[in-house]
């Protein structure tokens, strides 16, 4: 980078860590550390549910994701804006009437002490894990930029945050969030802005587009049926968006104690309910908008020649393998390719615009062809990646639109938007290290220990319970290196093993009011969790296929059948024989 843009990354950094520390400023007890004393706007819970769900992996790897599988991943949010309404008239009352800190107080009311912590603890868990994973996304831009060490990489960025996230709460938590996405909204319009403008003179913002759609990248909608048949394994789909996303999105932000904990910080239910609704509204365009940059870049690279393999680090790890020759070899054949891929390309948008059909359809199946032994070149680099011999990642979807921003954006606006996605880890991080430390402490440290502790003794432990999550979010990235999917997809994955079964207990809760025994709903919750992981890992074998997103509803609906059951057997056996 040049030092234009280290100033621009540096000052921007620190010009929201001063405004997040002047913010901090509450009461110093848990009301004012974790719900920073339930006096937030609307406006501000919106934000701060945005950015603690917009995280460096949604502008890291969303660009990516769409470059390599087109937009269809924006179908994922469909079911969000149903979901959003049916929390704000049945979850939200609940918890706003009660004044939880944590979503799973309430679960101890309602059944008992053993259903609360388990739900709590499978919070914790996948929450835990997930923030890791997003620790992991900035240090890529480092590892990426400087080819430092992953490693090492890890533990600065976990170390930053923590001392970012330890000295704040949710008071900075939301009001820095208000900062960052105005500077990320604007780095991202201008992003796209670019590559736009970066084209060939003749080729319009419509020609852009129509080159992406006919290679497959503008899928917005897509059914899932394949020669009459519905493919359960398609990971996005309009049915699966609709009704796995649904119960994912309900789960999220009904239960998921990073969310619950931002709109818990509103001053009445009114706000809490506005701030759900509108990022109902907003998240569906605004990750539209992410993901056509990702397919911008896509056809910025068909005018434009394009890395065999975007993470450089790796390519010098091929460079110095086995199979160093036979790289080269495969490069010199991919920019032979590029060179005609660019020549059919113009070839193609000067017939559509002198509405040539003859030409345009020649060109178009030229063009198509071309891409197709493009990606089976880049599909040989990362199996030679993959292979024992090497010992890398084969996958770089995570590294595409970072590359392109280091390598074409001018100087000034690299630097900005690499604090963007800095800036959206640490948004993200924050809130979520801060909902874990609530977790902790409300849902364990204050009902297992017997002191009789201060406000300010909360307080302090809950910083130390902050460190402690930090530094386990740390462990988890050094373990993502070679996760194997893009990192937006992972996290997902990951939610999706857990959030249906949470959702599942808080249905139960709220909607069969016949069953009281914390015992049946426990036992229930477990057995759930135990026929999601059965059919995530018969998926993962290939015993059958079916999209992760349909774990969520599994999920849900197992804690139902098994707690309806459970509580049917419970019955028999007390009633007396006749």
Known sequence: MSQLDWIVLIVTLLAIISYGLYKSRTSRNLEGYFLSNRSMPWGLVLLSIMGTQASAITFLSAPGQAYTDGMRFVQYYFGLPLAMIVICIFFVPIFSKLKVFTAYEYLENRFDGKTRTLTSFLFLLQRGLSTGISVFAPSIILSSLFGWNIYYTNIL?????????MSGGAKAVAYTQQLQLLIIFTGMFLAGYMVVNMLPANVSFADALQVSGKLGKLNVITTGFENGKFNWSDQ?????????????????FGTDQSQVGRYLTAKSLRESRLGLLMNGLVKVPMQFAILLIG?????????????IFFNEVQVKKLEQSAYKDSFMLVQQQYEAITEKKHQMVIAYSTATDNDDKLAEESSLASLRSLQKSADSLRGKVKAWLNSKQVGG????????????????LPVGLVGLLIAI?????WGSIAAAINSLSSSTMVDFHRRFTKKDETGETEYRLSKWYTLAWGVFCIVVAMFTYNIGNSLIEAVNVLGSLFYGVILGVFLVAFFIKRITNGSVVFWAALLAELLVLTVFILTKTGVFKMGFLWLNPIGAFGVIFFALLLERIYKQKESPAV
């Open 393 to 408: 990642d084969g996958n770089d979807t995570n590294y595409i639109f970072l590359r392109f921003v280091v390598d074409h």
């Open 157 to 165: 960025m976990g170390g930053l945050l923590i001392i970012y996230t």
């Open 421 to 425: 996605i800095f800036l959206a880890s």
């Open 236 to 252: 996005y789909n309009l049915l699966s968006g609709l009704i796995g996303g649904f119960f994912l999105a309900l789960s999220y």
């Open 295 to 307: 397919a911008l870049v896509f056809t910025f690279y068909q005018f434009n020649t394009a890395p």
